[in-house]
């Protein structure tokens, strides 16, 4: 639903990777092996046949599977319907180095935040998708007040910005703020992990794990089709919780957020600044907190209007409910006259579920009980973020038995078992 970048070709999704190329990149290790034992100079993954399944085609999945493969496992991601089809393509793609500083998230969100720009330099990330650091501003939104700036703040505000506005400061620099389209994220990494690592991706529905004696050892899909594994990672997002084998242990669920993809005839007036508001009704009631995002190829993505409902089977069956999407044009317009009717085209009018945890952190780890079956989802807004350091997490964890770019004990799911057995 999510547009691309006219520079961008992704390969069929349906596609495998030919297998030719796992056995060239597994004979090449094997001669570097051999060299570094000589020399002693070359440092390279000690389980290069590892098979890993990785469940989920999300930026959560995707970078799994990119950083495990890079790491020498033989991966398989498995994916419904298509890569970053959900909440991974119709999200806004913000980045924050210290907005969860105050939060069990602060150490993944500052590797992740840094892992992001690594990224963009090895995938040249501002042409394939995106990539580059904003202005991050905090503005209040009165419908009922004149169209006329606020004084006292005016120097701040972008000239694109003709509406009303009150209370306008800068809450992120382009030192702690960036963003990326998270489709195109996500597709980029998984066409790298594709063509460099022969990584395979699966189009199917996971219908459970296999266990056997305590130990994962096969993802069974939906069809009677069943892959084996040395270790699964489950990053299913929402859909986690369908599984049985986790929702005895904890529970996730979606919050069904809407957004519009805008495309100004004046693109070149619209700066890179992000815009947190809040927002007033003319009739009244809470104020709304909509946000802004301004991209580098002329759109203007906006998103808002947000409630916990029941999760649908098919991801590419998510509609957005009319009067939200009524809701976000009636604020672009109120922000910006270059939003309006008449002066944008409307490229996309869609919503997503984003995946929360009972208590509003991430799960990520192995699950109790069940060796070499890891799970990693519950990131809410901050998916997007905290996909690379994640990602690279969970290579660690499986790979090594334990990471070490970031802690993960806040994140365990043994938390939630831990917790029914008192």
Same mark, same amino acid.
């Given at each position: 639903?999510?547009?691309? @970048?006219?520079? @961008?070709?992704?390969?069929?999704?349906?596609?495998?990777?030919?297998?030719?190329?796992?056995?060239?990149?597994?004979?090449?290790?094997?001669? !570097?092996?051999?060299?570094?034992?000589?020399?002693?100079?070359?440092?390279?993954?000690?389980?290069?046949?590892?098979?890993?399944?990785?469940?989920?085609?999300?930026?959560?999945?995707?970078?799994?599977?990119?950083?495990?493969?890079?790491?020498?496992?033989?991966?398989?991601?498995? #994916?419904?319907?298509?890569?970053?089809?959900?909440?991974?393509?119709?999200?806004?793609?913000?980045? &924050?180095?210290?907005?969860?500083?105050?939060?069990?998230?602060?150490?993944?969100?500052?590797?992740? @935040?840094?892992?992001?720009?690594?990224?963009?330099?090895?995938?040249?990330g501002p042409q394939s998708y995106g990539y580059r650091a904003l202005t991050t501003l905090s503005l209040s939104i009165h419908e009922s007040d004149p169209k006329s700036k606020s004084k006292s703040n005016s120097s701040i505000i972008p000239s694109w910005i003709d509406g009303t506005a009150r209370n306008c400061r800068e809450i992120g620099s382009t030192e702690t703020t960036a963003q990326v389209h998270p489709q195109l994220f996500?597709?980029?990494?998984?066409?790298?992990?594709?063509?460099?690592?022969?990584?395979?991706?699966?189009?199917?529905?996971?219908?459970?794990?296999?266990?056997? #004696?305590?130990?994962?050892?096969?993802?069974? !899909?939906?069809?009677?089709?069943?892959? #084996? &594994?040395?270790?699964?990672?489950?990053?299913? $997002?929402?859909?986690?919780?369908?599984?049985?084998?986790?929702?005895?242990? @904890?529970?996730?669920?979606?919050?069904?957020?809407?957004?519009?993809?805008?495309?100004?005839?004046?693109?070149?007036?619209?700066?890179?600044?992000?815009?947190?508001?809040?927002?007033?009704?003319?009739?009244? $009631?809470?104020?709304?907190?909509?946000?802004?995002?301004?991209?580098?190829?002329?759109?203007?993505?906006?998103?808002? !209007?947000?409630?916990?409902?029941?999760?649908?089977?098919?991801?590419?069956?998510?509609?957005?409910?009319?009067?939200?999407?009524?809701?976000?044009?009636?604020?672009?317009?109120?922000?910006?006259?270059?939003?309006?009717?008449?002066?944008?085209?409307?490229? &996309?009018?869609?919503?997503?579920?984003?995946?929360?945890?009972?208590? $509003?952190?991430?799960?990520?780890?192995?699950?109790?009980?069940?060796?070499?079956?890891?799970?990693?989802?519950?990131?809410?807004?901050?998916?997007?973020?905290?996909?690379?350091?994640? $990602? &690279?997490?969970?290579?660690?964890?499986?790979?090594?038995?334990?990471?070490?770019?970031?802690?993960?004990?806040?994140?365990?799911?043994?938390?939630?078992?831990?917790?029914?057995?008192?």
């Open positions: 639903m999510m547009t691309s @970048f006219s520079f @961008f070709v992704f390969p069929p999704l349906s596609q495998s990777p030919v297998s030719s190329k796992t056995q060239i990149v597994q004979t090449r290790r094997t001669i !570097m092996a051999a060299l570094s034992a000589e020399n002693n100079s070359i440092d390279l993954p000690q389980k290069p046949n590892h098979r890993v399944v990785v469940c989920g085609g999300g930026v959560i999945g995707v970078c799994s599977a990119y950083f495990l493969a890079k790491r020498g496992a033989a991966v398989t991601l498995i #994916e419904k319907s298509s890569v970053a089809c959900a909440a991974s393509g119709k999200a806004g793609g913000f980045l &924050a180095l210290d907005w969860c500083d105050d939060s069990p998230l602060s150490s993944l969100a500052r590797a992740s @935040f840094n892992l992001h720009r690594s990224l963009s330099q090895e995938l040249n996500a597709r980029t990494l998984i066409s790298k992990a594709v063509a460099d690592y022969g990584v395979e991706i699966v189009i199917g529905k996971v219908e459970n794990v296999r266990v056997e #004696e305590g130990k994962a050892t096969a993802v069974e !899909m939906e069809g009677g089709r069943k892959i #084996e &594994a040395d270790a699964v990672v489950l990053a299913l $997002g929402p859909w986690t919780g369908k599984l049985s084998l986790l929702s005895s242990i @904890f529970r996730v669920y979606g919050i069904k957020a809407h957004s519009i993809v805008l495309e100004p005839k004046e693109a070149e007036a619209i700066s890179a600044h992000a815009l947190f508001l809040s927002y007033h009704r003319s009739e009244g $009631g809470p104020p709304l907190d909509p946000e802004i995002y301004p991209r580098p190829k002329g759109e203007v993505y906006i998103c808002g !209007m947000s409630s916990e409902v029941e999760v649908p089977d098919d991801p590419e069956q998510i509609t957005g409910d009319p009067e939200s999407i009524a809701m976000l044009k009636r604020v672009g317009l109120k922000v910006s006259s270059r939003l309006g009717e008449g002066k944008a085209v409307v490229k &996309a009018e869609q919503a997503c579920f984003l995946p929360s945890s009972e208590d $509003g952190i991430p799960v990520i780890g192995e699950v109790p009980g069940v060796n070499g079956c890891y799970v990693a989802t519950g990131h809410s807004c901050w998916g997007i973020l905290n996909g690379p350091a994640t $990602g &690279a997490a969970m290579a660690e964890l499986v790979m090594d038995g334990q990471a070490s770019i970031v802690d993960l004990g806040p994140f365990s799911p043994a938390r939630f078992a831990e917790g029914r057995r008192r």
